[in-house]
Nanobody
Framework: QVHVVESGGGLVQAGGSLRLSCVVS????????VYWHRQAPGKQREMVAG????????YYLDSVKGRFTISRDNAKNTAFLQMNNLKPEDTALYYC?????????WGQGTRVTVSS
């Protein structure tokens, strides 16, 4: 069973930074695509960033381009989301999703709150 655990959320002022981590166990991490999603109160979940199994950062939500960076460390079975210049509209529960043909696993989320 694939297990996904996010961490790194917190409360930060606008303009600040946070680094989210996503640790995956139970599958060969280097074969997984990893995607960060978020869901703000009263809104639908949206994909924020994605990175393929061969380390291509292949997707960013338009509103986070230039501020967020997704990366991975296969030796640590971990993906990261570096979030800079945070804005109040980035406030949400952030989820990590690990994917390959026979895997689609989600973590419980880590909460990010950006104060103005």
């Amino acid at each position: 069973q694939v297990h996904v655990v996010e961490s790194g959320g917190g409360l930060v002022q606008a303009g600040g930074s946070l680094r989210l981590s996503c640790v995956v166990s139970g599958s060969t991490f280097s074969m997984l695509g990893v995607y960060w999603h978020r869901q703000a109160p009263g809104k639908q979940r949206e994909m924020v960033a994605g990175i393929t199994n061969d380390d291509l950062a292949d997707y960013y939500l338009d509103s986070v381009k230039g501020r967020f960076t997704i990366s991975r460390d296969n030796a640590k079975n971990t993906a990261f989301l570096q979030m800079n210049n945070l804005k109040p509209e980035d406030t949400a529960l952030y989820y990590c999703n690990a994917v390959k043909w026979d895997v689609n696993s989600w973590g419980q989320g880590t909460r990010v709150t950006v104060s103005s």
